[in-house]
């Protein structure tokens, strides 16, 4: 329990376990799931109970939610367990519903998050209310368009606000549904210190075994809670059947997560150090991406040159490049003699690389 600090939002104030967990299936399919799932994630870690009952798909024809008949289901589900409940909600119309059912968290989705329209339609509806509303990054990896669905909230005066990490999606081929991006989330709590984060490892990894990898990364990052759906057979799940975990290996997987208590100052200065040793590992993981890039793209000029039967080095490009790269480091606080070795060091691996290609 958070109790031992000043109250700074509704999550303390709610005294809910740190830290927070919501729980439940991506979508609501049947009242006999929903409440099959409820009451076995009740007395667990789970503090809120999750189900979409309007399901926003990418493609038609895919299953789109239970619809208002769901919220009934949600209201059993609270009766009948204590959890709290939670649902996304996409306009006006569902906020009005969700209200009408008492569900206590909204949720405002990844492709809603994109478009402002969307965000002042809700946040109009929730007008003074005291919803607790928790906002999902947008799909593309832009802080101003998350940063803007919370700041049109606040302006109608909806107060108990939250955000969810659920990763972004990208072009390029990684081992995620939707990329982390690790320094948008760090950066926007940097802004907001006070605004509770949770992540969602189900959508960021889209399968199950690297779940509890990217949930210990939140948790080191400092995030105040995890989303992780859950459904008592995944695989016969209507949506987002791969990434979703039973009850029984979410309470294992809690128990395995290190979690980090902030009792006094000496526990705050190493969840400190750990928190920064979690973003220095993340920039590196970036750094050595960068390079191996680089790297590919030194082969691919390595092949023209061999095609047209040019030297590997050329002296004058290499010169303008070191000189252009001082400069810019000097203006990061970066030391002329740490760009030259680090740079002579990139240099020399490029021109391996190429020669391979030249003497293949
Ligand atoms: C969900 O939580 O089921 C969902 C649709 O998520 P997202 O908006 O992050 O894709
Ligand atoms: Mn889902």
Request: glycine fraction near 6%; charge should be positive; charged fraction near 25%.
């Amino acid at each position: 329990m958070k109790n031992n600090k000043k109250l700074k939002n509704w999550l303390d104030a709610l005294n809910l376990n740190h830290p927070l967990v919501i729980a439940g299936p991506c979508s609501a399919e049947t009242e006999g799931q929903v409440l099959k799932i409820a009451h076995e994630l009740k007395d667990t870690d789970v503090s809120i109970f999750r189900a979409g009952i309007w399901k926003p798909r990418t493609r038609p024809g895919m299953f789109e939610g239970v619809g208002a008949i769901g919220l009934k289901w949600m209201e059993k589900v609270k009766s009948q367990t204590g959890l709290l409940t939670a649902t996304e909600v996409a306009n006006a119309n569902h906020v009005k519903l969700a209200i009408q059912h008492n569900i206590d968290v909204l949720w405002i989705g990844a492709r809603s998050t994109v478009s402002p329209f969307i965000v002042q339609e809700i946040a109009d509806a929730l007008k003074n209310t005291d919803k607790i509303v928790l906002v999902k990054n947008p799909v593309n990896p832009d802080l101003s368009l998350w940063l803007g669905g919370i700041e049109r909230l606040y302006s109608s005066n909806i107060k108990n606000l939250g955000v969810i990490h659920r990763g972004f999606s990208t072009y390029e081929k990684t081992k995620f549904r939707n990329n982390p991006e690790w320094q948008l989330p760090i950066e926007l709590q940097n802004k907001y210190p006070d605004l509770p984060l949770i992540c969602d490892p189900s959508h960021i990894c889209g399968k199950r075994d690297t779940l509890h990898t990217v949930s210990q990364t939140a948790l080191d990052l400092n995030f105040d809670g995890l989303m992780i759906e859950t459904h008592t057979d995944p695989d016969q799940a209507w949506s987002d059947a791969a990434q979703q975990i039973k009850p029984s290996v979410l309470t294992k997987m809690m128990s395995n997560l290190k979690m980090r208590k902030t009792t006094d100052d000496e526990i705050d200065f190493k969840n400190t150090l750990n928190t920064l040793r979690t973003q220095i590992d993340i920039i590196d993981q970036g750094l050595l991406d960068t390079l191996g890039k680089r790297m590919k793209v030194a082969i691919e000029i390595g092949d023209l040159k061999k095609k047209k039967n040019v030297a590997v080095l050329q002296t004058k490009r290499w010169n303008e490049i070191l000189g252009k790269m001082i400069l810019e480091g000097e203006g990061k606080g970066l030391s002329e003699e740490f760009i030259l070795r680090m740079f002579k060091a990139i240099h020399q691996e490029s021109i391996n690389h190429q020669n391979k290609v030249i003497n293949s």
